[in-house]
């Protein structure tokens, strides 16, 4: 008898079972209850939807507002921004369908108590930039998540999502998932008609700049696992733009944004003996990328791109020039409270190293790359677009739905679709939501039915690293040292160094080539087969194994797309130094790519990029 055979199994009845309780989960919540009232909606969510996700700690801005009834901006605006943000790449229709709705959502957000900050003068949202408008956010994440709360019929906290179950009678058609509580140890299976998944981007995938004891203070939650890539990989769900990772320019060491300093308080850099250089790199960057390096504004990659040029010149440190700025007591303000509404370490950061941004000026880094599908990167899974708007080819029935029947995702999980950030991502959850709702309805009685020997499969292997640790415990040779069982720690740190090392992480500046890549792919195969000895000590540590499996499925996703696009696409994301140049005759297009469970084996292809907005 095993040891954790006493183990109770809970099983969860749902319509709508939401995957991740962040922007996205709250988003489907609300709109899965308004079309379907009748519908049992039930979130599971590994923190607490109170204070999860990416927004957990609140924002200070939200990224993605219209303002249509001010005639500020229009949909058709934001996708030709963010189609240039990405060098062209992005779907138009997914991201104008998302544009045309966001506004009422953050419209929802006010009258749900979050304080905005106004124009004094007009009464309208006070704006950062084009695209950003200001609030006090520091509640932004409990406000939202008690519309959810409210619109679920169960919020079940603390139970990590590990597997997908799909239906008995037909093959590609998902039927719930299975977790375990990570408190109580409980195995859950939920039973599904439809299942959002909607479980955030990753980050911990490439070794962080911030390593040992500080390993925690990465750019992109640290929490952020990749579930949202791993669970729809494993059933064959197609992915698309996994390539495409993002490295943001931001305040050393504590990540403090920078958006605000730039676009409100009119901030700029400087290399370390004070000179602009973003000029002299521009003629070597049209070398690569031809005319879009004079694009306007110019993209996210190519600004990073000169800053990585500058450092390896040995130009650096950059700095924010904030000394000017802050001799002004608002902006000064400003400055500061921008960090207190999201990211108070790196005021603790600057008090720490004493450095006072009116009289020095704060030095910039670029992050280790993340893989995410809401922020200026567009990673993620293929998926169905709206029926009014969408091409034939990118509809094959309900809006945002992947390529496996039942299935939908939002947010960071939905790849093609940049720039959505907070507001967009709970607006996708909403279009995410009424679909699946409308899904369920069509499928009169034809539901679907969990597979009980697959679950119970399941069981055996989610819980295999405690019992792993309980039996390799006794043969530990030094401190956590073990020769039977690997600790998730360890796992993430040999993943990471891999990732970084032949993908393109920091200590290659970003840089690749196919050698590397298929090295890299080896040397992940090997990973993945000790993956089978992981070691938990406690559910905490069965959490981190979890965890790490999502991560190192997604990050061989990435490196296969990697390894397909023969292109550098995104200087100053990414380089393949055997394919140096932007290549827009064979790669103006999407890449996508399918997991077969039974073989191992990544299936590649492209999908064209249709430009629907002039
Ligand atoms: C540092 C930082 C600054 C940002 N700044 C801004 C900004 O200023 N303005 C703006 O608009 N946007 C900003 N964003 C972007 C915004 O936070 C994201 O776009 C948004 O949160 C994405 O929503 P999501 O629902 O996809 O992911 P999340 O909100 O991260 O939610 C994912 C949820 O899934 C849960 N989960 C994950 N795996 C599992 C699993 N296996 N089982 C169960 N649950 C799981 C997580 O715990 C989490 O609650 C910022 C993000 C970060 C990290």
Same mark, same amino acid.
């Given at each position: 008898?095993?040891?954790?055979? /006493? ?83 992005? %779907? ?28 004094? @003068? ?15 956010? @520091? ?30 009678? =037909? ?42 004891? #500080? ?21 064959? !769900? ?17 990540? #403090? ?16 003996? /004070? ?71 790196? !005021?603790?950061?600057? !008090? ?53 029947? #039942?299935?939908? /995702? ?17 607006? @996708? ?43 390799? %415990? ?53 990973? =993945? ?6 070691g938990a000590e406690d559910l905490h540590q069965l959490q981190r194994a979890w965890e790490l499996q999502h991560r190192v499925l997604a990050s061989e996703s990435v490196t296969h797309h990697t390894m397909f696009r023969t292109e550098t696409r995104w200087p100053g994301y990414y380089y393949r130094a055997d394919h140096k140049k932007l290549d827009d005759t064979d790669w103006h297009c999407f890449t996508l790519s399918q997991y077969d469970r039974e073989s191992g084996d990544w299936n590649m292809e492209k999908a064209p990029v249709y430009h629907i907005v002039d």
């Amino acid at each position: 008898m095993g040891l954790f055979s /006493g183990r109770k199994t809970v099983f969860v009845d749902s319509d709508v079972l939401v995957i991740g309780g962040g922007m996205a989960g709250c988003g489907a919540t609300y709109e899965s209850r308004h079309w379907g009232r009748d519908k049992k909606v039930v979130v599971v969510e590994k923190a607490n939807i109170e204070r999860s996700g990416a927004v957990a700690q609140g924002l200070y801005a939200i990224n993605c507002y219209m303002g249509m009834q001010w005639d500020e901006n229009q949909p058709e605006d934001h996708v030709r921004y963010a189609r240039n943000d990405l060098m062209a790449l992005v %779907r138009e229709d997914l991201g104008y369908d998302i544009a045309r709705h966001v506004d009422a959502s953050v419209h929802l957000f006010e009258e749900w108590g979050l304080p905005m900050m106004k124009d004094p @003068e007009t009464g309208r949202y006070m704006r950062e930039g084009k695209w950003q408008i200001m609030i006090h956010g @520091e509640s932004y994440k409990p406000i939202v998540a008690e519309a959810a709360r409210k619109a679920a019929t169960k919020v079940y906290n603390r139970i990590m999502v590990t597997h997908l179950l799909m239906d008995k009678k =037909k093959a590609n058609r998902v039927a719930g998932a299975v977790g375990f509580n990570v408190r109580t140890g409980e195995f859950y299976v939920f039973r599904a008609k439809a299942v959002i998944v909607a479980a955030g981007g990753a980050s911990h995938i490439f070794k962080p700049r911030s390593v040992g004891e #500080g390993m925690g203070r990465t750019w992109y939650a640290p929490w952020s696992s990749a579930s949202a890539y791993a669970l729809p990989i494993l059933v064959g !769900a197609k992915m698309t733009q996994m390539e495409n990772r993002i490295v943001l320019t931001r305040f050393k060491d504590g990540y #403090g944004p920078v958006g605000a300093y730039f676009l409100h308080l009119k901030t700029y850099t400087e290399n370390a003996y /004070g000179k602009e250089y973003e000029s002299t790199w521009y003629e070597s960057l049209k070398e690569l990328v031809g005319d879009y390096v004079d694009h306007q504004p110019v993209p996210t990659c190519l600004r990073n791109h000169a800053f990585l040029e500058e450092m390896k010149a040995g130009r650096g440190p950059i700095r924010m020039v904030t000394k000017e700025a802050f001799q002004d007591p608002h902006k000064e303000t400003v400055g500061w409270e921008n960090f207190l509404g999201m990211t108070i370490g790196q !005021a603790v950061v600057w !008090a720490a190293q004493n450095i006072d941004p009116k009289e020095i000026n704060p030095e910039l880094t670029t992050s280790e790359p993340y893989v995410m599908g809401s922020h200026a990167t567009c990673a993620g899974a293929w998926a169905s677009g709206p029926d009014d708007y969408a091409p034939d080819e990118y509809q094959w029935g309900y809006n945002r739905m992947m390529t496996v029947d #039942g299935l939908f /995702g939002a947010g960071d999980t939905i790849g093609g679709t940049a720039h959505k950030f907070s507001s967009g991502s709970f607006a @996708e959850g909403r279009i995410a939501g009424k679909a699946a709702v409308k899904y369920i309805n069509d499928l009169g009685k034809d539901t679907p039915e969990i597979n009980e020997a697959e679950y119970q499969n399941l069981e055996k292997v989610v819980f295999q690293p405690l019992e792993n640790y309980a039996i390799g %415990r006794n043969e530990i040779v030094a401190g956590t040292v073990s020769p039977s069982y690997l600790l998730p720690l360890h796992g993430l740190q040999r993943l990471e160094k891999i990732m970084d090392e032949y993908v393109g992480g920091i200590s290659s500046h970003y840089t690749t080539n196919e050698p590397l890549l298929t090295r890299g792919l080896e040397l992940l195969e090997m990973l =993945k087969e000790d993956l089978d000895h992981l070691g938990a000590e406690d559910l905490h540590q069965l959490q981190r194994a979890w965890e790490l499996q999502h991560r190192v499925l997604a990050s061989e996703s990435v490196t296969h797309h990697t390894m397909f696009r023969t292109e550098t696409r995104w200087p100053g994301y990414y380089y393949r130094a055997d394919h140096k140049k932007l290549d827009d005759t064979d790669w103006h297009c999407f890449t996508l790519s399918q997991y077969d469970r039974e073989s191992g084996d990544w299936n590649m292809e492209k999908a064209p990029v249709y430009h629907i907005v002039d």
